[in-house]
């Protein structure tokens, strides 16, 4: 049975309980009954109590938007409730930005949130309470501006999309943990957000996508755990799925018309390879393609994706799919690695896949045009790295 039908009866009879703070759930008598297990759901979620909700320690701001940037620091995959000595030795990087990708937290270890006794999403609340208190955290942050995605671990179900049904609470978890419920994310639906910096001829876009809240279910493998289809597989033909949603859709072209050189776009799930069958862009090939056209169509120069999700490193490059050489780099794990060594291979591959744990940077030589794609290992040793010429990627 779906998680949705499993929470109806539940999230319906929210209409005549009380908060934690003992406030009513639905303080206006005169408002009409909810008419879905999801708007009572969502109403009951306004209403939930700030002083439930973490929040990190206080980072610092954000470059200017005059400031020049040269390296951005990337990670993902953090398991609040281990060390994480890689994520020690990325605090002691120097670098203008921090990008925390997805699963930056695991919220849905315990199972707790599937069932509709956790409409509240203890497990995801505690986890990062867990994270907050980490020393390791509390460096980073000390250290370094970020910015954020969340992936499913972090939204609270695993591999979920729009269909889950306590999407609207880890929006709230998410956003106000990282300081956004002020900021213009805050203000819509779902966790997408762009910040640019820098003058004309230097000025880096950094575009964070949601592919969670919007995204529709994906088609479950006909040969479960068969190399190339170990989860998931595209649809049949004629079969409609959306990856990031109408309105999301809509912004990223307005912000890939955006004036700027060089485009860092997060997606916490892999865009550019196809040959295995985890969550990634793969699994919808035709909004993959729709990414590409946009990007083409827009004429957006220096897109470069950053991704992670696959508690493995990646460096990938591809001429054809857009005018340029695309390029991606997945940094991941920081502390959640299962295997030493991969098999795996995408012809789009820079080298072998790092499954140790890693986080990534992206170096910008403003001066020699080049911008480096780099895989480093727990040491801050280069494991694997790709130099990209500016003019490789459209950019002057």
């Known amino acids: 049975m779906k998680v949705q039908a499993l929470v109806a009866v539940g999230a319906l009879s929210l209409a005549s309980c009380a908060t934690q703070d003992g ?30 909700l973490p929040k990190a320690p206080e980072g610092l701001p954000l470059p200017a938007s005059d400031a020049v940037i040269s390296r951005v620091l990337v990670a993902s995959c953090n398991d609040e409730e281990l060390e994480s000595p890689t994520l020690a030795r990325l605090a002691e990087e120097d670098a203008d930005l921090f990008l925390m990708i997805g699963d930056n937290v695991y919220g849905d270890r315990d199972g707790r949130n599937y ?120 649809p049949p033909a004629g079969a409609y799925q959306d990856m990031l949603g109408s309105a999301q859709w809509t912004w990223l072209q307005n912000q890939l018309q955006a004036p700027a050189d060089i485009r860092l776009v997060v997606s916490s799930i892999q865009v550019m390879p196809t040959t295995h069958g985890w969550e990634a862009w793969s699994t919808m090939p035709e909004e993959r393609q729709r990414l590409f056209d946009m990007i083409k169509k827009t004429g957006a120069d220096g897109v470069v994706f950053l991704s992670g999700d696959r508690h493995t490193g990646f460096i990938y490059e591809e001429r054809g799919v857009l005018p340029y050489a695309a390029n991606e780099l997945t940094a991941s794990s920081l502390n959640v690695s299962f295997a030493t060594e991969t098999s795996e291979r995408d012809t789009r591959q820079i080298g072998a896949g790092f499954p140790p744990e890693n986080y990534g940077a992206v170096e910008i030589d403003w001066d020699a045009k080049k911008i480096s794609l780099v895989l480093k290992d727990t040491n801050g040793q280069t494991a694997r790295r790709n130099d990209i010429a500016f003019s490789e990627i459209g950019v002057d």
Do not use: C
């Open 23 to 52: 406030g009513s759930v639905f303080p206006n008598l005169f408002e009409p009954a909810p008419t879905s297990a999801v708007e009572a759901l969502n109403r009951y979620y306004e209403d939930f109590p700030e002083s439930q």
């Open 115 to 234: 069932a509709i006794n956790d409409v509240e999403l203890t497990e995801l609340r505690e986890s990062f309470s867990d994270l907050k208190d980490r020393p390791e955290f509390q460096a980073v942050r000390a250290k370094f501006p970020m910015m954020v995605a969340w992936d499913d671990h972090d939204m609270g179900q695993n591999d979920g999309g729009k269909d889950f049904p306590f999407k609207a609470l880890a929006e709230r978890v998410h956003e106000t943990f990282w300081g956004l419920t002020d900021e213009d994310v805050g203000q819509w639906p779902g966790t997408y957000y762009a910040r640019a910096f820098g003058p004309e001829g230097k000025r880096v876009q950094v575009i964070v996508l949601d592919t969670r809240f919007f995204r529709s279910e994906l088609t479950p493998t006909d040969e479960y755990g068969a190399v190339g289809k170990e989860r998931y597989m595209p």
